[in-house]
């Protein structure tokens, strides 16, 4: 029998990432991850449905900061001001250490077409979320599907951006900057005016 | 040994549907689905890597249709033409009789996690491929991924309305009518201006 173990979870992410990347994802099995974290195969499978899961484990807690964010933000707030509070909120769950563990995470679903789309579904339930979330605050409640999908985008690829060179600001900062740049490119695209050279300026360092 | 078979992609398409439909995705095997179609396991194995991979078999042609689609655009199309060219030439792809299948499609995949994983990466590899050819024209090539986005979204929801409702119009037309809307969604809640009501009509009547 295990003793109670604090963070378990926790564990059963640092063991899964690091056997994954020694051994494959494939030629990992639940058993040697528990094994690895110095857990019992019963206290995995009572937390995860498999070894996968171990690495999309944030999704339900995604799901729901997502929403309380919108909900959040204050009365009379813009289709893009509820779009902002949402995405602060989810950014806000990111401590500066785990800038090295989301790489590491990311390059592995990169290897695997499995986890691509493991990915992919839970990308999809969170823009869900937050689409749902905005509809209900907005008196034009068609905005929110489409702005959803581009602070998701937002969303993931400051994730991407901000792991990947270790930047210094907070995860907020980049995914904001990043959704500015998207947002200025889908304003130029739609009504034929081009940003400003600030604009411009402002997307190029947002995806260095 | 099987003796030669005509379509046996899509014999196995509809086998794999009926079966899946009366006895659910996950207690049909991939020799039930064989042996529904007149077809060997081998010859399925052949074919696919597994039963899943049955119901997503359209995506390679689709990643190859709406990339060309978008290199067919005019030169000078602007970023939303080339969207359109995209979107038209995956429209193109579908006749009506393809109605009723793509709409038990659609029901199947709601029922089943696995099935929306899958889906939610086809999606994103379509818009991943709509995306680096809109790139590729554009001489602001980020107004690509969030446009593609979009008119990723509008595809499949504007599919769906398609067979669900079994519309008497072309699926392009209703795509691009749900693009239309999507747009001018944005296009509003970017600008601040509220649209026409020409254009709320457009809307409402392409989410019917």
Not at 146 to 151: E, F, I, N, R
Not at 182 to 189: E, P, Q, W, Y
Request: aromatic share 6%.
């Amino acid at each position: 029998m295990a003793r109670w173990q604090p963070d378990a979870r926790g564990r059963l992410l640092l063991a899964a990432v690091d056997l994954f990347t020694e051994q494959g994802y494939d030629a990992t099995t639940a058993a040697h991850i528990a094994q690895r974290a110095g857990l019992t195969k019963t206290t995995l499978f009572r937390l995860f449905a498999d070894k996968r899961e171990i690495l999309f484990q944030g999704q339900a807690a995604q799901v729901s900061t997502a929403a309380a964010g919108v909900s959040s933000a204050p009365e009379g707030a813009s289709a893009v001001d509820l779009l902002h509070c949402g995405l602060q909120a989810l950014c806000a769950e990111h401590v500066p250490e785990q800038q090295e563990l989301g790489r590491r995470i990311n390059s592995l679903i990169a290897t695997s077409e499995e986890l691509q789309e493991r990915a992919a579904f839970k990308r999809a339930t969170i823009a869900a979320a937050l689409s749902a979330a905005m509809a209900a605050r907005l008196q034009d409640p068609r905005q929110a599907v489409p702005l959803a999908d581009v602070g998701v985008r937002a969303y993931y690829d400051g994730f991407a951006a901000w792991t990947d060179a270790r930047r210094a600001e907070g995860l907020a900062e980049v995914v904001l900057d990043e959704l500015d740049g998207l947002l200025s490119s889908l304003r130029s695209a739609l009504t034929g005016v081009t940003p400003s050279a600030g604009q411009v300026r402002r997307r190029v360092r947002s995806v260095r």
